[in-house]
């Protein structure tokens, strides 16, 4: 089971879960030693069938650090924060997280755009 670490120790993903707006994009940054990087990605690949076939799904992709780097980054989309606690609670999910190895650190957070005017839309 990887180590979850928050990613913002003010507002936790438990927090996050609380809350009861639209459409939210999970960040899942992966920090896991090179020897293990292989583990981690069958156990991500694992997971993310089972998130495809979850309700509010909508897509993910997954990104590693360039030049010998052992940081990924998961990235999904989800219709709303309920649905993706309810995919997050799932028990076939719960039951994968052991699938990864002990030394993976994992920070899972919850985000929304932000509109910037002239820059980026909400």
Known sequence: MPNFIEMDKTVTLADQLKDDGGSVVLINTFIV?????E?????????AEV???????????LHQGIAGSSVFLNYAVWESVGQFQA???NPEFRARLSN???SVSASPHLFRK?????????
């Not at 583990?39 to 997971?47: F, G, H, K, N, V």
């Not at 932000?114 to 909400?122: N, S, T």
Request: net charge negative.
């Open 39 to 47: 583990a981690l990605l069958a156990a991500w690949t694992a997971d």
């Open 100 to 102: 990864y190895p002990e």
């Open 87 to 89: 995919a997050f609670a």
């Open 51 to 61: 998130m495809k076939r979850q309700p509010g799904f909508l897509s993910t992709q």
């Open 33 to 37: 030693p090179p020897a293990d990087a």
């Open 114 to 122: 932000v509109a910037v005017p002239g820059i980026c839309a909400a």
